[in-house]
């Protein structure tokens, strides 16, 4: 990011037209998947942590490793877990092993709830987003997002480390 002393590198055109098309549909994607999952009760951030916790070994994993993965905050983590675990598609239980984290838990309710939805979302993602897409497309869009996401996940995990935000002024 620039800093007061530095002047921003403003965006060319062919920046700006890849940095709009993007948000635009982005946007539009994620409100329509997140629409098409209404029927079934879960947003798109259920969907999300039912899925991860669905590939877990026993389909639990820690709280910080989930919310890392994810790279969502603690908080609204631990906020989606607190809705999730009003449904019962999840629980919480302290971390035996070193009593400091906990466990995010996929219950059978949990479970029965994401298989009910994953084919009518996996519908949905082909419809919405793949079958616009050639297979080249598709590799290329892999590509470019595999490499984004290791990158936002170093900044993710260097702007939420508490050792990193040594000299930070407080808020």
Not at 105 to 123: L, N, Q, S
Request: charge should be positive; proline fraction near 4%.
């Amino acid at each position: 990011m620039a800093t007061k002393a530095e002047a921003p590198r403003w965006l060319n055109p062919r920046e700006m037209k890849a940095w709009r098309s993007y948000i635009i549909a982005s946007r539009r994607l994620l409100d329509a998947l997140d629409n098409d999952l209404v029927d079934h009760d879960l947003s798109m951030a259920d969907y999300e942590v039912l899925a991860q916790l669905s590939d877990a070994p026993g389909r639990r994993m820690r709280m910080s490793d989930l919310a890392e993965q994810a790279m969502i905050s603690k908080s609204r983590l631990s906020h989606r877990m607190k809705v999730m675990e009003q449904a019962g598609w999840v629980r919480r239980e302290e971390c035996k092993e070193d009593k400091r984290g906990s466990w995010a838990i996929m219950t059978d309710r949990g479970w029965k709830a994401i298989v009910k939805a994953a084919p009518d979302h996996v519908e949905s993602v082909r419809n919405r987003f793949l079958d616009h897409l050639t297979v080249k497309d598709q590799e290329d869009a892999a590509k470019i997002f595999d490499r984004l996401i290791s990158e936002l996940r170093g900044q993710y995990i260097a702007e939420s480390t508490p050792a990193k935000k040594v000299g930070r002024p407080k808020k």
